[in-house]
């Protein structure tokens, strides 16, 4: 079974509709993070969480939410999708101050 | 600004051999370097780590180099094999008001023809 997995795997929504991303891991890792990935771009941080009670902005949080359920569940919202949010989402796990980041196999996500 | 800049951008070799990917970083302070190998439709997937005083660091037939005088990266690929075809992408990590925080390059598509 995948450590960090990711539901669902592609999604197509139309603009204004909330959508919901959900991580899950099996690593024990206290930390966990939400990226998009577009065409030309590299990975940029939405959302990253310390643990359960500690969740920070990160570089584009504009437009999306999080919740951390438990240590192993992370996710994403979307509170009303538009175009520009189309993109390849991906969510990592590490642990503490072991920099190692495991990604999930990603979300593709297309907003109409 | 903290910039992580990869060249080339897209590569094209023969199976069986060698290339070279660049990565130039201007991330301060700086903390460590990380190469990622992403197949297309899956996540990333680490292949080394550099830390300031580490010249070289080898995982099979991959090797990364850096120098840290210049902000530059390297990683070698040596034999190459078909599997191989995928973007690898240069992670910087550097610490920020007490936080990690991690710098990621656009990647090189790489692509190895039989």
């Known amino acids: 079974d995948a450590d960090v997995t990711q539901t669902p795997r ?14 899950s891991q099996t690593k024990g890792h206290d930390r966990m993070y939400w990226y998009r990935q577009d065409p030309g771009l590299g990975l940029r941080l939405i ?11 990160g570089e584009i949080s504009d437009g999306y939410s999080v919740s951390r359920q438990a240590q192993a569940k ?6 009303s999708a538009i175009p520009n949010q189309t993109a390849l989402y991906f969510c990592a796990t590490s642990f503490k ?16 | 600004k903290n910039q992580v800049e990869q060249s080339p ?32 439709g899956r996540g990333p997937v680490s292949l ?22 210049t902000k530059q990266s390297s990683l070698h690929i040596t034999a190459s094999q078909l599997s191989d075809s995928a973007s690898y992408i240069c992670v910087v990590r550097l610490l920020d008001s007490g936080t990690y925080k991690y710098i990621f390059g656009t990647g090189t598509r790489l692509k190895v023809l039989a």
């Open chain 1, 10 to 23: 592609n999604r197509i929504t139309k603009t204004g509709k909330r959508i919901m991303l959900e991580c």
């Open chain 1, 47 to 57: 959302y990253y969480s310390f643990d359960v009670k500690d969740i920070n902005k």
């Open chain 1, 74 to 79: 992370f996710s994403l919202s979307l509170e």
């Open chain 1, 97 to 112: 101050n072991y920099n190692e980041q495991f990604f999930g196999p990603g979300t593709r996500l297309t907003v109409l």
């Open chain 2, 9 to 40: 951008q897209s590569l094209i070799i023969l199976e069986g051999k060698n290339c070279t990917l660049q990565c130039n970083y201007t991330v301060s302070p700086f903390s460590n370097l990380r190469w990622y190998k992403q197949d297309t």
């Open chain 2, 48 to 69: 080394t780590i550099m830390t300031f005083s580490e010249n070289t660091k080898s995982n099979g037939r991959y090797t990364a180099t850096l120098d840290a005088d």
